[in-house]
């Protein structure tokens, strides 16, 4: 598996590591960083420079990795946080990988104070799906949460090209259904989620695609940390809406749907 880890990163002008988020390749046995199992895949780096009233710090974390289809690449999310006391800027780019830590580049960059949260690949790897949108604050001061109405779905082909906007806001967290070949039907595609703010202010999750007469139950989370159950739905048509009434008035939640079969 591939994985965020703190690591710490030396930086010129400053006498101690500061830490940042690299993705390390771990091999999923146990105690495998220190049984030689896991090595760091990327390399973020950074920079301070000036005085603590007027510090410049330039730091560069990895998050959210996915495995290409074949499996011998990573696409990832690269933030570059800039802090200017007292305020934090992120500069998100989307950047793949090797599995064995070369050829590291830059596929697409955006501008400082926009967030992406999720990508995934196209079944043929050769595009990657993703959200886009604006970087929320809290009194004043940039959060690493997105602004969930200005969230947008967007695709880009993995050599930088092709970009293109596909769903606009409010829309997050896409996945890619598998590919199908002969003549398959839908019932052989995965379940997929989608969110949009729904009519009471609250978020709307929609399930779709997946199977006719399945069983599917809603998860959230405040922190990707803990989920419980907030309701079992039954598939008995194309697409199920559902109102979470308990996410009136909060700026983000995260959600996922679990399929317990019919």
């Not at 993705?23 to 046995?29: A, G, H, M, N, S």
């Not at 500069?91 to 949260?117: A, C």
């Amino acid at each position: 598996m591939v994985h965020p880890v703190e690591v710490g990163v030396p930086v010129p002008n400053r006498a101690f590591p500061i830490a940042m988020s690299a993705l390390w390749l771990i091999e999923p046995v146990f105690d495998a960083v220190t049984t030689g199992k896991a090595r760091q895949l990327t390399f973020p780096q950074g920079q301070v420079n000036g005085p603590f009233q007027e510090t410049f710090v330039a730091l560069q974390n990895d998050f959210q990795p996915v495995f290409s289809p074949d499996g011998k690449k990573i696409a990832y999310i690269r933030n570059h946080d800039v802090l200017r006391f007292p305020v934090t800027f992120a500069t998100p780019t989307i950047r793949i990988v090797d599995l064995d830590g070369s050829n590291d580049h830059e596929v697409l960059r955006f501008e400082p104070g926009n967030y992406i949260s999720t990508l995934a690949w196209s079944p043929d790897g050769t595009q990657l799906v993703f959200d886009a949108g604006l970087q929320a604050s809290e009194n004043g001061l940039p959060v690493n949460l997105p602004v969930i109405e200005t969230m947008g779905i967007y695709r880009v082909n993995t050599d930088g090209s092709g970009f293109l906007r596909i769903h606009e806001a409010p829309a997050a967290f896409p996945t890619w259904s598998p590919s199908r070949s002969g003549t398959g039907s839908a019932s052989a595609q995965a379940t997929q989620l989608s969110l949009q703010r729904g009519p009471n202010t609250g978020f709307q999750l929609i399930i779709s695609k997946g199977r006719l007469g399945d069983r599917v139950t809603l998860e959230s989370s405040d922190d990707l940390k803990v989920w419980r159950p907030i309701t079992t739905l039954q598939k008995l048509q194309e697409t199920v809406p559902f109102d979470d009434t308990e996410s009136a008035g909060r700026r983000a939640r995260f959600y996922r749907a679990v399929s317990v079969g019919p």
